[in-house]
């Protein structure tokens, strides 16, 4: 069963405007962990953002926040103000909670999202 | 501080062949995870190595497999190459201790291809 969907193949924004890229998870792990990663046609992962699933905020990291809705299972990332570096594969990835009490275990991806920035 | 690194950068073998792929941890990171990713798809979970255990496996065959040594770094190996193998392999560290919230250190990635 696949456990992090993203809908979205790809996504064209706006320069300097504000863009949601969309997540949604599955598990039966109370315990678990949300992350965001950019990767640049360069080829490596960039980390972006995380949420715990018992934090009581949603996360941010300055242009990045996490619209974390627990109930509804979805993670969507949201990046203000686009940039034409921002032009990049988007991936929302979960790890549940495996060994170590929950700080451990192998981040599982979605296939991931497409951003294109247009100035 | 070195970040994770990955060698060689580009690999090309026969199909039937053996590939050896190498990762190097930062410094102090016990855990190793090796991901493949395929032209224009996600990031597929291989293996995961701690302390020099294998503590997860993904869905591929047994001809992917791989080892952690006593200084963390760690090798895929891929027999009996496949041309579906060709991807970007990506290799990443994290220390158990750490916090949650620290996402994993991705290497650049290790581009095999099997002609």
């Known amino acids: 069963a696949q456990k992090i969907t993203q809908t979205q193949p790809g996504m064209f924004v706006q320069e300097k405007e504000a863009v949601t890229l969309d997540c949604t998870y599955d598990?039966?792990?109370?315990?678990?962990?949300l992350f965001w990663y950019k990767q640049p046609s360069s080829g490596e992962m960039i980390f972006l953002i995380y949420?715990?699933?018992?934090?009581?905020q949603n996360a941010t990291e300055g242009r990045y926040s996490l619209n974390f809705q627990k109930a509804r299972k979805s993670a969507n990332l949201v990046i203000s103000a686009s940039q034409l570096g921002d032009s990049a594969m988007y991936f929302c990835?979960?790890?549940?909670?495996?060994?170590?009490?929950?700080?451990?275990?192998?981040?599982?991806f979605g296939k991931g999202t497409k951003l294109s920035v247009k100035p | 501080e070195a970040g994770v690194t990955q060698s060689p950068t580009h690999l090309i073998k026969t199909r039937g062949q053996q590939a050896t792929l190498r990762c190097s941890p930062i410094?102090?990171?016990?855990?190793v995870y090796w991901y493949q990713q395929a032209l224009g798809l996600g990031l597929q979970f291989l293996l995961w190595?701690?302390?020099?255990?294998?503590?997860n496996r993904g869905n591929f065959p047994p001809r992917f497999s791989g080892r952690q040594f006593p200084n963390y770094s760690s090798e895929l190996n891929v027999n009996a190459l496949e041309l579906e193998d060709s991807a970007l392999y990506l290799c990443?560290?994290?220390?158990?201790?750490?916090?949650?919230?620290?996402?994993?250190?991705f290497g650049s990635g290790t581009r095999l291809t099997v002609v």
């Open positions: 598990t039966s792990d109370p315990s678990y962990g």
């Open positions: 949420q715990g699933s018992y934090d009581q």
């Open positions: 990443a560290s994290s220390f158990v201790a750490q916090k949650p919230n620290y996402g994993y250190t």
């Open positions: 410094s102090g990171h016990t855990s």
């Open positions: 190595y701690d302390e020099g255990e294998e503590r």
């Open positions: 990835a979960m790890r549940e909670a495996k060994g170590y009490g929950g700080s451990q275990g192998n981040l599982i």
